[in-house]
């Protein structure tokens, strides 16, 4: 049992981490940086169906349950793992790195978790480890979003853990199994309300914009990966074919997208952006058939990979130029053209222009959607697919790197390491659209479906021409402002403020109202009444005291007087005593 | 060696313009020869439909939230500073 809790690649992270200052301290960090995630990546081919079983306080916890559905995402986790690390090879500080791994541990962990609690406790891992990585921007802006991004996941943690604990105590198992949803419990929506706050699932979505642009560099390359996905798995393991997943992750592959067209800063468009990609795989979910649960998982593997592709892009020239607001860029393709070639492969494939992985895996939810007759949805996601072009396909690289006007920066190419990491990413974006059926292999399902027919390839010439076409009459429109945009963030920051001024204002005013009531009435009432009780202390119950005191005292003077302590007054007294008696005796 | 290439594009708008065009035109082409046998909805036997999804869609969604944003959502960037 023991040695097969190391064989749990959550562990070698977690310990590679743990010895991280020490790798430090013998000046290998960058080997041992490349190293664990690379052990990793090959480790996870040879972990056996379950192993990990533990039982603890009456509860059998599973650290590790191995089957199709886990495979495809502990393969995209470890390798994006690997890509993240050497992305931020050049920070000589551990404590990020400590950070990313054990995110990264948190969510191989709930990947292979087996039962709730194991899923929980990996869960808040992820939630503790992740927020470091905002804290460690170490601005302000970044300290008050961290705070925020980790209460709204404690939040989220124990909705979860509520849901646990109210199914525990329906039916007493914890086994981490799909459930039906014809008879869905209220403790299973609970659990699931909890894991679509990880999915980012508007109404609860607002903590991802506003952390992650938030984040260090390589933070959001590492968070934009993570978090998401982990809870799209989850989902896919728990709640495939519910309905209201369908529908609501269709209302976020455009209420992401819209955002997305409208905000200034590079990092918060892609985020807005993630919530809409995570909202195709949320869409298969909910559809639920299994050419739709292998399009969630292709869509997840292919997106983790070009959304990093792109956090990677845009944070290079956030480290070379200190900026990451579309207003203040532009013109750089002189400086950072290498950055920008992998940014623009970043654009095509989350685009979907084929031969790249967007193409093989996109098209598979939409395709699935289409088969299961959600025509609705299928239109919906296909307005999505014109949006993330508009925004993330063009508006993006044309004003960091182009633009209307030149920013006048003239930053360095970013550093090597940097380089390498994104020319991975770029390279798995397009040997995916070339090659999907390595990707297909992976999924749970067999895979019966074939993205480049006459017709899609169609449809995506045109969806994409004609896009491009609406950006060019209507570039001028778009042009970013220096702006932040309302978004549902607006009730808890709003709502917090309300909750500081209702502290400081009714509360304190209360409160100092109530103490100047008590100060004027009150106390004079008890000083009054403390007068009057000792009054009545005085003279009544001393009065009674002092009154039966004093008449002992007399009493006791007059006995002592009386007992003059002569034997001849005693003996006297007897004599008369005694004749006393006999006259009453002999007379009576 | 592409930035002298890019360059050279950014300095001739019309040549990008007409690319374009062209392109759209093949795009719209292409749709005449697609096969249709895997149609979901009404709208994948019409030929040239996602040419006009696409182009209407864009123009759509560009006006609905720039608008949306400049009528409501837009506020100063220290809004909750304050």
């Given at each position: 049992m023991t040695s097969s809790i190391f064989m749990h690649p959550a562990t070698i992270f977690i310990i590679g981490a743990l010895l991280l200052p020490l790798a430090k301290l013998l000046r290998i960090q960058k080997v041992w940086l490349v190293l664990i995630p690379l052990i990793a990546f090959m480790q996870i081919h040879y972990l056996p169906e379950s192993f990990g079983r533990v039982e603890w306080l009456g509860f059998d916890l599973q650290f590790g349950r191995v089957d199709q559905l886990t495979t495809v995402f502990l393969h995209v986790f470890t390798l994006m793992a690997l890509i993240g690390t050497i992305f931020g090879l050049h920070i000589k500080d551990s404590g990020q790195h400590i950070a990313a791994w054990l995110y990264v541990a948190g969510s191989l962990g709930t990947t292979l978790a087996g039962d709730y609690l194991t899923v929980f406790i990996f869960w808040e891992l992820m939630a503790v480890a992740s927020v470091f990585l905002v804290w460690y921007r170490k601005t302000r802006k970044s300290i008050d979003a961290g705070y925020r991004y980790i209460l709204v996941h404690t939040f989220g943690g124990l909705i979860l853990l509520g849901g646990i604990f109210l199914h525990y105590q329906n039916g007493g198992d914890l086994t981490f199994v799909s459930f039906a949803p014809d008879s869905a419990t209220l403790a299973q929506y609970i659990i699931m309300i909890g894991f679509m706050l990880n999915a980012a699932v508007p109404p609860i979505h607002a903590w991802l914009p506003d952390a992650y642009p938030e984040a260090t560099v390589t933070g959001a390359v590492f968070m934009c990966a993570f978090t998401t996905k982990t809870a799209v798995y989850v989902l896919a393991r728990g709640f495939a074919g519910f309905q209201a997943l369908a529908i609501l992750g269709a209302i976020m592959t455009l209420y992401g997208v819209f955002y997305a067209v409208i905000e200034n800063d590079a990092r918060r468009i892609l985020a807005y952006h993630i919530v809409s990609q995570v909202g195709y795989m949320v869409c298969a979910v909910g559809i639920g058939t299994e050419m739709a649960i292998n399009g969630a998982c292709a869509h997840a593997y292919a997106h983790i990979l070009y959304k990093a592709l792109l956090f990677m892009g845009v944070g290079s020239v956030l480290e070379m130029t200190g900026r990451s607001k579309l207003s203040e860029l532009g013109g750089l393709y002189k400086y950072m053209p290498i950055s920008m070639i992998f940014t623009v492969i970043g654009g095509i494939a989350i685009s979907g222009f084929p031969l790249t992985s967007g193409f093989i895996s996109k098209s598979m939810i939409i395709s699935a959607a289409g088969a299961d007759n959600q025509t609705f949805i299928m239109i919906m996601l296909l307005l999505a697919a014109v949006g993330t072009f508009l925004s993330v396909g063009i508006k993006l690289p044309y004003y960091i790197w182009?633009?209307?006007?030149?920013?006048g920066l003239k930053p360095k190419e970013a550093h090597w390491n940097m380089q390498v990491a994104m020319f991975m990413a770029a390279f798995m974006c397009i040997f995916l659209g070339v090659y999907p059926d390595y990707l297909y292999n992976m999924l749970p399902y067999a895979v019966n479906y074939h993205p480049y027919t006459s017709f899609h390839l169609s449809e995506t010439f045109q969806l994409l021409g004609f896009t491009g076409l609406g950006f060019y009459l209507m570039v001028k429109y778009l042009k970013p402002h220096d702006v932040s945009n309302l978004d549902l963030d607006w009730f808890y920051r709003r709502g917090a403020g309300w909750f500081m001024w209702f502290a400081r204002k009714p509360v304190n005013a209360t409160n100092e109202w109530i103490s100047n009531v008590y100060k004027t009435i009150g106390l004079r009432l008890t000083m009054a009444l403390a007068r009057a009780l000792s009054w009545f202390d005085w003279e009544g119950i001393d009065w009674a005291l002092d009154g039966s005191a004093r008449g002992v005292v007399e009493g006791g003077e007059q006995v002592r007087q009386f007992q003059t302590g002569k034997l001849q007054h005693y003996i006297g007294a007897a004599v008369v005593l005694v004749f006393i008696v006999l006259i009453v005796v002999v007379l009576i | 060696m592409i930035v002298n290439f890019l360059t050279y594009l950014r300095e001739r708008p019309g040549l990008l313009k007409w690319s374009l065009m062209a392109y759209l035109a093949f795009a719209v082409g292409f749709d005449f020869f697609a096969e249709r046998h895997h149609a979901h909805f009404w709208g994948d036997e019409i030929i040239g439909f996602f040419a006009v999804f696409g182009v209407v869609g864009c123009l759509g969604m560009i006006v609905f939230c720039k608008g949306l944003s400049h009528v409501w959502l837009e506020r100063d960037k220290d809004h909750y500073d304050k």
């Open positions: 182009f633009g209307p006007n030149d920013s | -």
